[in-house]
Structures are given as structure tokens and as C-alpha cells.
């Protein structure tokens, strides 16, 4: 049940659980742009988020991918991380192909009891009060649980990138 769980920005009172979660997404072979050592200490996890916070406002960050206004947002419930999404605020070529205005992910032990669903929706009303009329989500062909997320908030499928990822519009309203 996800009556409890929440969208969030990320903060550091979150620290403990976003470790377990990222040893999770680990063991099950998922990387998250984050290594262990990287955010273990609280004061190495408080720079981590400060960066976060400025490579969104700026759009400017050693990937291509962070090179656009974006905002980072986790899932909590009941003081625990279950997951996070992004909101890219523009669309480069590269985010077109690959990425979209969305992404999200679930950590493993909190997944297939509609968190995604949820997490999706919420991002999508901040979507729409950033002034997004629709918003662009990819997803690899055979990710079905990804699809189901999408199309369960309204996703229809417009195509496949050069990239050879469906491509889904789903309004923010």
C-alpha cells in the first residue's frame, strides 16, 4: 500500500536508508550513478546532495545527461527511501533519445506493490506545475513493469528512438 508514501527532496536525515537501498539496488546488479564509498560518510553525503541540488538549478554537470535544468525528488515512507525520480525540465537531443523527461526507479524490495505507479503520478503534477503540458518517457522494449507504470499513468506510445527506445507522451494534468 503506498497511502503513506510521499515525493520528497532529497535530504539527509534519509542517509541510512538511501545506503541500504543503494546495497540493494547493487546486489540485484542496477547501477545508480553512485557508488558506496562516494556518499557513506555523512559529510561526503551532504556534498553528494549539495551537488545534486546545484547540477540541477544550473543544468551543468560532467554528463551529458545533467547538462539541462533538472530536479531530483525521492519516494519515502515512513522515513524510509523506496526510490527517486528526475524531472529534466528541457529536453535536449540526447534526452529525446534516451531518457526523456522522466525517470524513475524503485528500490528492489519496495517494488511490485504500486510505489512506481505513484512515484510517476506525483512527478507528473510537479511536471505540470513546472509548465509542462505532456511529458517525454522512455523505456527499454522488454522492461514490461516500466511500460504498465507508464501507460497505468496515462502514457501513450508514440514511437521508437534511434536509440531503440519506446517512446511515451503522457500528460501532466
Known amino acids: 500500500m503506498v497511502s503513506e508514501a510521499r515525493l520528497v527532496v532529497p535530504d539527509e536525515s534519509y542517509h541510512e536508508s538511501f545506503l541500504a537501498a543503494l546495497h540493494e539496488f547493487q546486489e540485484a546488479g542496477e547501477d545508480l550513478e553512485v557508488r558506496m564509498p562516494e556518499v557513506a560518510e555523512p559529510a561526503a553525503f551532504h556534498d553528494w546532495l549539495e551537488h545534486l541540488r546545484w547540477a540541477g538549478l544550473v543544468g551543468a554537470a560532467p554528463s551529458v545527461r545533467d547538462r539541462t535544468p533538472h530536479r531530483i525528488y525521492w519516494w519515502v515512507e515512513a522515513g524510509r527511501f523506496l526510490g527517486r525520480a528526475r524531472l ?3 529536453l535536449t537531443p540526447e534526452l529525446t533519445e534516451f531518457g526523456g523527461h522522466i525517470g524513475y526507479d524503485i528500490r528492489p524490495t519496495a517494488r511490485g506493490r504500486g510505489h512506481a505507479t505513484a512515484l510517476l503520478r506525483a512527478v507528473l503534477d510537479t511536471a505540470r506545475e513546472a509548465g509542462l503540458d505532456r ?4 523505456c527499454a522494449p522488454d522492461n514490461h513493469a516500466s511500460k504498465r507504470v507508464i ?6 506510445l508514440a514511437d521508437i528512438s534511434q536509440a531503440g527506445r519506446l517512446r511515451y507522451w503522457c500528460p501532466t494534468s
Open 88 to 90: 529534466n525540465l528541457r
Open 135 to 138: 511529458a517525454l518517457l522512455t
Open 151 to 156: 501507460e497505468r499513468n496515462g502514457g501513450v
